[in-house]
């Protein structure tokens, strides 16, 4: 039972549009969301993340959006730019265990 | 900066053998984690730790033990490889706190023969 999906395996864009990673989840007890960024052959990075109190949060060209009531989370790169291409996972916490439920990650292409 | 390192960036080994790979983080952080990462799968808890000597199956621990006798060292064992263990390994740490982030190694990417 996938408790965190992310739906779209890839995504391409054009340099300087909007890139918007969505990321739906099952699991009530999750409340702290979180986006990573990995390239080939690296480990994932931390890019930004949500508390469930808010319903967004924001760093520079990264912003990620979070409705409750539908229990999905986005992330949008703007402007997007080529070395944004990577995979990107979403994660979840919650409960009592602090480990985090990660997606099946979102391959974004920008393309210059 | 917080850093974690794994020993080995990439490894190749042979079904049956015993292999460790090793993961040291310098932040002090109480909680350690091992992914293994496959294509179509995202990442995939093994095991976690939660302090020094404890430790906690994640959600695909067959096949895989662990120890943590320091805190900045977190082992993962497999005890008889095999070729369904071929994967990138990843490993992260993380300060005690739900809301702490965790922070990855660069991976390694072991093939088993």
């Known amino acids: 039972d996938q408790q965190v999906k992310q739906n779209s395996p890839s995504l391409s864009v054009q340099e300087g549009r909007i890139s918007i990673l969505n990321c739906d989840y099952t699991?009530?007890?999750?409340?702290?969301f979180l986006w990573y960024k990995k390239y080939p052959a690296e480990g994932p990075t931390f890019l930004i993340s949500i508390s469930s109190i808010k319903d967004k949060n924001e760093d520079g060209r990264f912003t990620v959006f979070l409705n409750k009531s539908a229990k999905h989370l986005s992330l949008h790169i703007v402007p997007s730019q080529p070395g944004d291409s990577a995979v990107y996972f979403c994660?979840?916490?919650?409960?009592?265990?602090?480990?985090?439920?990660f997606g099946k990650g979102t391959l974004l292409t920008v393309n210059p | 900066d917080v850093k974690v390192t794994q020993s080995s960036r990439y490894l190749v080994k042979r079904t049956g053998e015993k292999v460790f790979l090793e993961c040291v983080q310098d932040?002090?952080?109480?909680?350690m984690f091992w992914y293994r990462q496959d294509p179509g799968l995202g990442l995939r808890l093994i095991y976690f730790s939660y302090d020094v000597k404890m430790k906690e199956k994640g959600d695909i621990p067959e096949g895989y033990s662990v120890s943590r006798e320091k805190k900045e060292r977190f082992s993962l064992i497999l005890e008889s490889a095999s070729t369904n263990q071929t994967s990138m390994y990843l490993c992260a740490s993380r300060n005690r706190g739900s809301t702490d982030t965790q922070y990855f190694g660069p991976g390694t990417r072991l093939t088993v023969l």
């Open positions: 932040m002090d952080h109480e909680n």
């Open positions: 994660a979840a916490n919650g409960g009592s265990n602090y480990k985090l439920t």
């Open positions: 699991n009530s007890m999750f409340d702290y």
